[in-house]
């Protein structure tokens, strides 16, 4: 019976329910939206560095610090038997040493990366070092990143001076020929940064068999003489970085639950308030407080549920639209931020739950709480619309 | 007669800020079952606060409302909402329907309220929307009824489980005329026929014609009590 009183209630109010289902699904779906956004911005950031560059870790040379170019020089170390050992498609091995480019006349600091031109590790398109020589010629065949080739002028086919100290401190130049210019997902590999063969590097710095780090598909144990860095070690800055944005994720997941819960609010309580007479009505005909609280909580559940409802109809249209066209992210061409493709929605099955979960409690909770007081206080109050105010 | 209501030495103190303010000033008096009477008085002078009390809606300050035996002190929220329930019909100046309820709806509401099926009722329920004389609106829902009309319906739903006592607070105060003497007409048909006692509280002095007994407040104290003698006088 009081199913069937609740039904009828609610699916004969009208607009004002269909109004507030559809405000409250809405922000749901807003909470999950937003939430799974941030998810898929971390998810291509952290996949992107495992892509071009992190791969299972790095295996370091002792002292090697990626952001003290001068000290590069210092940190190097031969390739343990332990991880020479490991197949092309497990580990690939990387030495950076600091150069300068001359392109038109004008000095331009970059980081040489030299790596093993038979790695399958690591997703680069380095292809068009594949067919030069292991023999270093008169001139050094180089591969740039889009960024770096539009930051110092150059293009395929330039040609530009190149300086850099060998394993003896002496210096050396010779030309530098951009044979291809590639994209790469990852700013972090492309601004300021010369592809090179890691033989051609090796020679020209005589540093044989040398390497600042070797990058593997994962953990071999620990090796004497290398350092290892996780994933998460190597990518601690960039997630730092999304946890920071996340937090403001988090402070904006907060707003709109709680805008979502003022909505939810006004609409019930203007319902309770327009309806205390009701409320009145229903215990002068004797109806017991138990049954009327149930009835008028039933009204919210089932407002709740068909937004939890209208949400998934409405949630899953939006997420299969989104995700065919993604969100462009064009803008953060000119960062430093490893999300350079167009970013998809990763859902989290426990944030919708935890999200669907906190606004169906809201939703059950205050269609509760205003009835519950009306039939605690005297039927007279609510017959004369004074139970609240 | 029976005793239908027995008040009982009833105060009624309303506490307005830090002011205590006298609704009902010891009142006593008997209802009898089947009764069809009134209480008249001005504005203020306790009428709707006397029949909240004998209808469980509020507690007197002090004395006693025993109905049937039944003394109304003793019982809790919820056995005042079963002793309305099984034994009280209201019917208020503003009507008060379910809105989003049908004519037929709101007249069925009570007996569902008792665990009725509706199948096994829905011909009393025509029958008493007939005798009121709504069977072209049964459908309608409140809001597209006339005052008159609504007043209608809610004596329906009144007296639909046949309750031993109606409480009716200025039932004919919104409406005209010409529809206060209809309803007036149908509680007397309705009393007659059903006996449950109609107690009222109005101000109408078209009401007078229609009670057998009249009780006149002020400030909250009984100032005379009438009943009908053998010539259809009042006194
Ligand atoms: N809930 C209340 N709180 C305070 N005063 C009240 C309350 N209800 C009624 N009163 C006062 O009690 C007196 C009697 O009211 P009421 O019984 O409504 O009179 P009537 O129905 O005869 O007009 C009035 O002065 C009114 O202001
Ligand atoms: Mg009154």
Same mark, same amino acid.
């Given at each position: 019976?009081?199913?069937?009183?609740?039904w009828?209630?609610?699916?004969?109010?009208?607009?004002?329910?269909?109004?507030?289902?559809?405000v409250?699904?809405l922000?749901?779906v807003?909470?999950?939206?937003?939430?799974?956004?941030?998810n898929?911005?971390?998810?291509?950031a952290?996949?992107n560095m495992?892509?071009?560059?992190?791969g299972?870790?790095?295996?370091?040379a002792?002292?090697?610090?990626?952001?003290?170019?001068?000290?590069?020089?210092?940190?190097?170390?031969k390739v343990?038997s332990a991880l020479?050992?490991?197949?092309s498609?497990?580990?690939?091995?990387?030495?950076?040493?600091?150069?300068?480019?001359y392109?038109n %006349?004008?000095?331009?600091? #970059?980081? !040489?990366?030299?790596?093993d031109?038979?790695?399958?590790? @690591?997703? &680069?398109? *380095? $292809?068009?070092?594949?067919?030069?020589?292991?023999?270093?010629?008169?001139?050094?065949p180089a591969v740039?990143?889009?960024?770096?080739?539009?930051?110092a002028?150059?293009?395929?086919?330039?040609?530009?001076?190149?300086?850099?100290?060998?394993?003896?401190?002496?210096?050396d130049?010779?030309?530098? %020929?951009?044979?291809d210019? #590639?994209t !790469?997902?990852?700013?972090?590999?492309d601004?300021?940064? @010369?592809? &090179?063969r *890691? $033989?051609?590097?090796?020679?020209?710095?005589?540093?044989m068999?040398?390497?600042?780090?070797?990058?593997?598909?994962?953990?071999?144990?620990?090796?004497?003489?290398?350092?290892?860095?996780?994933?998460?070690?190597?990518?601690?800055?960039?997630?730092?970085?999304?946890?920071?944005?996340?937090?403001?994720a988090?402070?904006f997941? #907060?707003? !709109?639950?709680?805008?979502?819960?003022?909505?939810?609010?006004?609409?019930?309580? *203007?319902?309770?308030?327009?309806?205390?007479?009701e409320?009145?009505?229903?215990?002068?005909?004797?109806?017991?407080?138990?049954?009327?609280v149930?009835?008028?909580?039933?009204?919210?559940s089932?407002?709740?549920?068909?937004?939890?409802?209208?949400?998934?109809?409405?949630?899953?249209?939006?997420f299969?639209?989104?995700?065919?066209?993604?969100?462009?992210?064009?803008?953060l061409?000119?960062?430093?931020?490893?999300?350079?493709?167009?970013?998809?929605?990763?859902?989290?099955p426990d944030?919708?739950?935890?999200?669907?979960?906190?606004?169906?409690?809201?939703?059950?909770?205050?269609?509760?709480?205003?009835?519950?007081?009306?039939t605690?206080?005297d039927p007279?109050?609510?017959?004369?619309?004074?139970?609240?105010? | 007669?029976?005793?239908l209501?027995?008040?009982?030495?009833?105060?009624?103190?309303?506490?307005?800020?830090d002011?205590?303010?006298?609704?009902?000033?010891?009142?006593s008096l008997?209802?009898e079952?089947?009764?069809?009477?009134?209480?008249?008085?001005?504005?203020?002078?306790?009428?709707?606060?006397?029949?909240?009390?004998?209808?469980?809606l509020?507690?007197p300050?002090?004395?006693?409302?025993?109905?049937?035996?039944?003394n109304l002190?003793?019982l809790?929220?919820?056995?005042?909402?079963?002793?309305r329930r099984?034994?009280?019909?209201?019917?208020?100046?503003?009507?008060?329907?379910?809105?989003?309820?049908?004519?037929?709806?709101?007249?069925?509401?009570?007996?569902?309220l008792?665990?009725e099926?509706?199948?096994?009722?829905?011909?009393?329920v025509?029958?008493?929307?007939?005798?009121v004389?709504?069977?072209?609106?049964?459908?309608k829902?409140?809001?597209?009824?006339?005052?008159?009309?609504?007043?209608r319906?809610?004596i329906?739903?009144?007296l639909?489980?046949?309750?031993s006592?109606?409480?009716?607070?200025?039932?004919?105060?919104?409406?005209?005329?010409?529809?206060?003497?209809?309803?007036?007409?149908l509680?007397?048909?309705?009393?007659?026929?059903?006996?449950?006692?109609?107690?009222?509280?109005?101000?109408d002095?078209?009401?007078?014609?229609?009670?057998?007994?009249?009780?006149?407040?002020e400030d909250?104290?009984?100032?005379?009590?009438?009943?009908?003698?053998?010539?259809?006088?009042?006194?």
């Amino acid at each position: 019976m009081i199913v069937s009183i609740a039904w009828k209630n609610f699916s004969r109010q009208g607009i004002r329910a269909i109004l507030n289902v559809l405000v409250t699904a809405l922000a749901m779906v807003a909470v999950v939206f937003n939430l799974s956004l941030y998810n898929g911005f971390q998810a291509q950031a952290t996949r992107n560095m495992i892509r071009t560059d992190v791969g299972g870790g790095h295996y370091q040379a002792p002292g090697f610090d990626i952001l003290t170019p001068t000290e590069w020089e210092d940190t190097t170390h031969k390739v343990p038997s332990a991880l020479k050992k490991l197949s092309s498609a497990e580990k690939a091995e990387v030495l950076v040493q600091q150069g300068q480019l001359y392109p038109n %006349r004008r000095l331009y600091p #970059v980081q !040489l990366r030299g790596i093993d031109i038979d790695q399958t590790l @690591l997703d &680069l398109p *380095l $292809d068009g070092l594949k067919k030069f020589d292991a023999k270093l010629g008169d001139v050094i065949p180089a591969v740039l990143g889009v960024k770096m080739a539009k930051k110092a002028h150059l293009k395929q086919g330039d040609t530009a001076v190149l300086k850099w100290r060998d394993r003896n401190g002496v210096v050396d130049a010779r030309d530098v %020929r951009v044979v291809d210019v #590639v994209t !790469l997902v990852n700013p972090r590999v492309d601004e300021g940064v @010369l592809w &090179l063969r *890691l $033989d051609h590097l090796r020679n020209m710095t005589q540093r044989m068999d040398e390497v600042s780090w070797v990058a593997v598909d994962e953990h071999h144990g620990n090796v004497d003489g290398m350092k290892f860095q996780s994933v998460e070690q190597l990518i601690a800055d960039i997630l730092y970085m999304i946890e920071q944005d996340r937090r403001y994720a988090k402070i904006f997941w #907060v707003i !709109l639950v709680f805008l979502a819960g003022i909505g939810v609010f006004n609409t019930q309580i *203007l319902n309770v308030f327009k309806r205390q007479k009701e409320v009145g009505t229903l215990m002068a005909l004797g109806m017991t407080p138990g049954r009327i609280v149930s009835v008028f909580t039933l009204e919210g559940s089932m407002a709740a549920f068909l937004s939890v409802f209208l949400a998934l109809v409405l949630g899953t249209g939006l997420f299969a639209w989104f995700q065919s066209v993604g969100l462009d992210v064009s803008h953060l061409a000119e960062s430093t931020i490893p999300v350079q493709e167009k970013v998809l929605l990763e859902i989290h099955p426990d944030e919708v739950a935890y999200s669907t979960v906190i606004i169906v409690a809201i939703m059950i909770l205050i269609s509760w709480l205003p009835v519950r007081k009306i039939t605690r206080l005297d039927p007279t109050l609510a017959l004369r619309g004074r139970a609240i105010t | 007669m029976d005793t239908l209501v027995k008040i009982e030495k009833v105060v009624k103190v309303y506490r307005v800020g830090d002011e205590d303010f006298t609704a009902l000033h010891d009142i006593s008096l008997n209802i009898e079952a089947g009764a069809f009477m009134s209480f008249v008085g001005p504005s203020g002078s306790g009428k709707t606060t006397l029949l909240n009390l004998m209808g469980g809606l509020d507690k007197p300050t002090s004395g006693n409302i025993f109905f049937e035996n039944i003394n109304l002190k003793d019982l809790n929220r919820t056995d005042l909402a079963e002793y309305r329930r099984k034994n009280l019909g209201f019917i208020f100046q503003t009507y008060n329907l379910l809105p989003v309820y049908s004519v037929y709806e709101n007249v069925l509401f009570p007996l569902l309220l008792d665990g009725e099926k509706e199948s096994a009722v829905r011909q009393k329920v025509l029958d008493l929307v007939e005798k009121v004389g709504l069977s072209d609106q049964v459908n309608k829902k409140p809001a597209h009824l006339s005052g008159g009309q609504c007043q209608r319906v809610a004596i329906a739903r009144a007296l639909v489980k046949q309750p031993s006592l109606i409480l009716a607070d200025e039932p004919t105060a919104n409406l005209d005329a010409e529809n206060s003497y209809q309803v007036l007409e149908l509680m007397r048909d309705l009393n007659r026929q059903l006996k449950a006692a109609f107690v009222f509280s109005t101000h109408d002095e078209k009401v007078t014609k229609y009670v057998n007994r009249e009780i006149g407040l002020e400030d909250g104290r009984i100032i005379w009590d009438k009943k009908r003698d053998g010539n259809g006088v009042l006194e």
